[in-house]
T-cell receptor, first 113, second 114 residues
Framework: QKEVEQNSGPLSVPEGAIASLNCTYS??????FFWYRQYSGKSPELIMF????GDKEDGRFTAQLNKASQYVSLLIRDSQPSDSATYLC?????????????FGQGTILTVHP | GAGVSQSPSNKVTEKGKDVELRCDPI?????LYWYRQSLGQGLEFLIY????????KSGLPSDRFSAERTGGSVSTLTIQRTQQEDSAVYLC????????????FGQGTRLTVV
């Protein structure tokens, strides 16, 4: 089983719609969860992190965490063409692997006008 | 410096040569990570450092790959006897050692083995 799994997409949504990105992870000891955005040809940049079960909202972005199901998601409301990028999920490892940061394969999001 | 600095930005090398890639993390960041990203692929974990020690080097693809970190700061990733399949962007990231803190990425080194 992969440590982090994401649908690679591509996910295509119309401008103004809600984009839903999903991620599952295998390490039950993970305590913190990061969503990074990577534009083509650029380095990843952090857009959200969450470490408590439930929802965390920041502007148009909402991260949702369910530790029991080992599932974390990212919702982007009112999607814009500028949101078109690859979104990477990264659970911070727990237990004996504490400190290791492993990324999923990423979901390619395209927002079309 | 203000951010994570990697050098060189681009490196073209002949198959069989050795290369060294350098990462200068943000001052005070105790954790440092190396990743490899092939075209159109995700981030492949290579190794991470906590201070000068590497608790997990499980991602190094072969014994041709090695990395070190000195003084809790600069890190060097060395690839010996390069092969064409080593061609990729090598990304370095650093963060504070505490859990829940953001990892900042450098601009990467694009390695091309010809």
């Amino acid at each position: 089983q992969k440590e982090v799994e994401q649908n690679s997409g591509p996910l295509s949504v119309p401008e103004g719609a809600i984009a839903s990105l999903n991620c599952t992870y295998s390490d039950r000891g993970s305590q913190s969860f990061f969503w990074y955005r990577q534009y083509s040809g650029k380095s990843p940049e952090l857009i959200m992190f969450i470490y408590s079960n439930g929802d965390k909202e920041d502007g148009r972005f909402t991260a949702q965490l369910n530790k029991a199901s080992q599932y974390v998601s990212l919702l982007i409301r009112d999607s814009q063409p500028s949101d078109s990028a690859t979104y990477l999920c990264a659970p911070g490892a727990g237990g004996t692997s504490y400190g290791k940061l492993t990324f999923g394969q990423g979901t390619i999001l395209t927002v079309h006008p | 410096g203000a951010g994570v600095s990697q050098s060189p930005s681009n490196k073209v090398t002949e198959k069989g040569k050795d290369v060294e890639l350098r990462c200068d993390p943000i001052s005070g960041h105790t954790a440092l990570y190396w990743y490899r990203q092939s075209l159109g692929q995700g981030l492949e974990f290579l190794i991470y450092f906590q201070g000068n020690s590497a608790p997990d080097k499980s991602g190094l693809p072969s014994d041709r790959f090695s990395a070190e970190r000195t003084g809790g700061s600069v890190s060097t990733l060395t690839i010996q006897r390069t092969q064409q399949e080593d061609s990729a962007v090598y990304l370095c990231a650093s963060k504070l050692g505490r859990t829940g803190t953001e990892a900042f990425f450098g601009q990467g080194t694009r390695l091309t083995v010809v």
